[in-house]
């Protein structure tokens, strides 16, 4: 170890700045500014390079954080970004994205005394400048293998499977229905917790490393499942999940009650320079309006701070548990409070009300229960606390249940969960159907992007190790699936 590490005694955390909630709710730019390159530095060097990286366990990457810190405190930046790399198909995307309070970060060992390292900035940081210096070299495979690859969706899993398995030689094609790369990280997360360049830097990268891109085509609709099965040697699938968890409740379907997704997909595609007529009728436009968001996870933050930033008369997030329960990111909760959001804890909505459209929400107090067999508190409604807050729009962001992917593929052979995400073989990623594999959300229910891409970087050796068997047998025929 050396001497210039373990600063965490003398000097205090300082993450990059952050704009003033004032600026910030102007525009949909990043909140964070980049590291000043000497404060990267000596943020790293706070690290105290423990012989157990509790910060490394939790991440669900397994990064070798200690040694990209220690790299990035002796200014060797190259030798930190290569490390970065080498476990993460996207740092910079989870450096600024990761709830790094409830990995990396959270479990800290200086945190027990001391502000924890800043290990997102700090990953953002190496992987920013290797861009900006050309480090990030193109994928050049070294040598084409005739096989290939078909991939249902561009989020993150079917990136991070798409970059390894071209890495490996594949001939490898990704299809989305979107018109754009990048699955909820281009339509689904703001710009102002990550900017489309960013998103648009990687597509052009992986583009440029041989990667086909298929967009506009719905699988099940546009293009057969059965068609695109027969096209590929392997098919992954990584579609995320996308029905939209209701509220049953009286008015539920009063104009001016959108769901969460629609409303941020309206957005990010305005800020994209797209037409949206749904934007410009007001009709997923929150401008002067009184808005009330339902939910307490990330996409209820997203929508809280995309009305905020709209010009919303006033946001109010109603959320059934307290501040200490809630899902989301707590970073991302205190940026809300201070960008001007008002929360309404421990309340859940009883009715929407309004004639033809929505006017207010009527809602009622509730109290944490005893724990269910989950260990999670039950909430329960307290009696004759009912109250209204006026609203002009609600959007819904109770979560994401995946969609009948059997139903739109036409596939019964694909089997599920009791959950109804895709049932698949624990270690060999493979479904029901024999050289089906899948990753992501659509596998774990609605979870990280840090999970999506470990889980397709992850699928993508087991489609490698199936890929090679195959083409080793005399009849190059295919194994059979795993149970
Ligand atoms: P997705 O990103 O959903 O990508 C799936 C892709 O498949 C999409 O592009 C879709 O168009 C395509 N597709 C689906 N069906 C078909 C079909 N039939 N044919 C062709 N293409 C198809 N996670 C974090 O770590 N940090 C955050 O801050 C965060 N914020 C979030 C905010 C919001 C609003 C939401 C909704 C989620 C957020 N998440 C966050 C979760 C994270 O975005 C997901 O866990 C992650 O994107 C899952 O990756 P994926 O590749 O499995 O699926
Ligand atoms: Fe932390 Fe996420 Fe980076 Fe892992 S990938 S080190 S959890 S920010
Ligand atoms: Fe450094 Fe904190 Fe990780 Fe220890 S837990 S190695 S101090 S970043």
Redesign the pocket.
């Known amino acids: 170890m050396t001497e210039h590490m373990q600063q965490f005694v003398r000097l205090a955390q300082q993450p990059p700045e952050k704009r003033a909630a004032v600026e910030r709710r102007e525009d949909f730019g990043e909140i964070y500014r980049d590291f000043d390159p000497k404060d990267a530095a000596a943020q790293a060097s706070r690290c105290s390079q423990c012989g157990i990286p509790f910060c490394q366990v939790h991440c669900p990457l397994g990064n070798n954080i200690p040694d990209w810190l220690k790299l990035s405190a002796e200014g060797r930046l190259e030798e930190a970004y290569e490390i970065s790399a080498a476990t993460n198909t996207f740092p910079e995307i ?1 450096g600024r ?3 790094q309070d409830r990995l990396c970060e959270g479990n800290c060992v200086i945190e027990k005394g001391f502000e924890s390292v800043t290990i997102g900035a700090v990953e953002r940081y190496i992987t920013d400048t290797a861009f900006e210096n050309g480090w990030v070299r193109p994928i050049r495979p070294r040598r084409e293998r005739a096989q290939s690859v078909g991939i ?8 991070a499977a798409a970059e390894a398995l071209r890495r490996k030689g594949y001939q490898v094609h990704v ?4 018109d754009r790369v ?4 281009i ?3 703001p710009g102002f ?1 990550l900017e489309k360049e960013i998103v648009a830097r990687r597509r052009a990268w992986l583009e440029d490393g041989g990667i086909h891109f298929h967009l506009n ?5 546009a293009l057969s499942f059965a068609e695109l099965r027969a096209r590929y040697d392997a098919v992954l699938v ?5 029905k939209a968890r209701e509220i049953d409740v009286p008015g539920s379907r009063l104009d001016g009650v959108v769901p ?2 629609d409303y ?1 997909i309206a957005s990010n595609r305005k800020g994209l320079g797209d037409a949206v007529p749904d934007y410009d009728s007001g009709a997923l436009n929150a401008a002067g309006k009184r808005v009330v968001v339902i939910g307490g996870g ?2 209820a933050m ?1 929508c809280v701070r995309t009305a905020i930033r709209q010009d919303a008369a006033a946001v109010t997030c109603l959320y059934r548990r307290d501040r200490a329960n809630m899902p989301g ?1 707590a970073r ?1 909760v205190a940026n809300a409070i201070d960008e001007g959001v008002e929360f309404t804890w421990l309340s859940a909505p009883e009715a929407f009300v309004g004639a033809g459209r929505v006017s207010a929400v009527k809602a009622v107090r509730m109290h944490l229960g005893l724990a269910d067999a989950s260990g999670r508190q039950t909430v329960e409604p307290i009696a004759g606390s009912e109250f209204t807050i006026e609203a002009d729009l609600v959007i819904k962001a109770l979560g ?1 249940d995946p ?1 009948d992917l059997p139903g ?2 036409n596939e019964p052979g694909l089997t599920l969960t009791r959950w109804g995400t895709l049932k698949v073989d624990s270690k060999s990623f493979m479904t029901a159907l024999p050289g089906v594999f899948a ?4 596998v774990r229910g ?7 891409i470990k ?2 970087r992850d699928a993508a050796d087991a489609m490698h190790a199936y890929l090679e068997t195959a083409a080793a047998r005399p009849d190059g025929a295919l194994a059979t699936a795993a149970e």
């Open positions: 989870c994205i990761c709830p249902i969706g561009a989020g993150p899993a079917g990136l299809h989305d229905r979107h990048g699955g909820l990280l339509y689904g997360i917790k085509e719905d699988i099940g609709g990584a579609t995320g999940v996308y969460a997704l941020l990330d996409t997203d990111s991302e994401f969609e739109a593929f990753a992501g959300d659509i609605a979870s990280l992007v840090v999970w999506a889980d397709g």
